[in-house]
């Protein structure tokens, strides 16, 4: 019999259909938004639809942008228009109701996603059916995609991820695909969510969802010090809390882990920028093995029998 590879290789057209969902907004610059749709376009497997969420009124550039991949995408271009800027939430929250087909792969405006990544996940998807969420690593660039700075690899299994999830968030957001049903039943991105993605998989958690990641770099991300900056502050330190006591009253995290959580997570938020980039890099990142270099994996033994030993350890 046929691999689920060879199916997909052999008859792209055979494979499940899913969609994208983009979200964009005003500040998003016009050149690395369409770096990001043109890595859509050049999939082994090209998504079904892209559902394009404009976050409000977009700039000139953009707007010129969307206007030709509309008529350029070899597959379903949808734009979805919001008449003022909701947020992050909002827009993750009406693209996932806009999409037509039950699996939807996120994506940002300036991320680019790896040639197989979506082959990858429909194999994966079509060999494990039971999986409801599948992500995968992600590596970080500042400028140039073939210069890899640090690799976030996340746990493989499903329990590792649950155990990983009470400390920190146990997925790469912009490499996940997960199954409309599932989401929606949980009630869906929530617009009062800041942290639009660690909600979500603990409530898919808490609902019996199964997760799995893929230890393969399915997407490259722009890693400059915004990307730090942007997580700290009262206002972030305050969503953290209310975020963590949410996982205590349901029971997903005990005390001790919940006090652990807020009293290193508030620390976090409200220490200098420069620190806080310091931490991330020392904590939450990997510098890159040689053989990283593009398109980075493990042996799939490695997957087979992987056990996360260190999850219990991270805060």
Partial sequence: MASAQEILSMNPEKHPSFSVVLPVYHGDDPQHFNKAVESLASQTVIPDEVVVVEDGPLTDSLERILSDWSTEFPGNFRRCRHESNKGLSVALRTGVKAASNDLVARMDADDLSVEDRF?????????????????????????????????????????????????????????????????????????????????????????????????KVLLKVRAGNQLYDRRGGWEYAREELRLQTEFYRWGFT???????????RSVLRLIPNRVRRLVYQQLAREEPPDRVANNYSEPESEFSDFEESTDEQEP
């Fill in 254 to 264: 005990s005390l001790p882990i919940f006090i652990l959580n807020v009293s290193f």
């Fill in 119 to 215: 082959e990858t996940q429909l194999q994966f998807l079509i060999d494990n059916p039971e999986t409801d969420v599948v992500g995968g690593y992600i590596a970080e660039f500042s400028s140039d995609p073939s210069d890899i700075s640090a690799l976030r690899k996340v746990p493989h299994q499903h329990d590792a991820i649950r155990r990983k999830a009470r400390f920190r968030s146990p997925m790469n957001h912009g490499s996940v695909m997960f199954r409309r049903d599932s989401v929606l039943q949980v009630g869906n991105y929530r617009s009062v969510d800041r942290m639009e993605d660690y909600g979500l998989w603990v409530r898919l958690l808490l609902s019996g969802a199964t997760f799995r990641n893929i230890p």
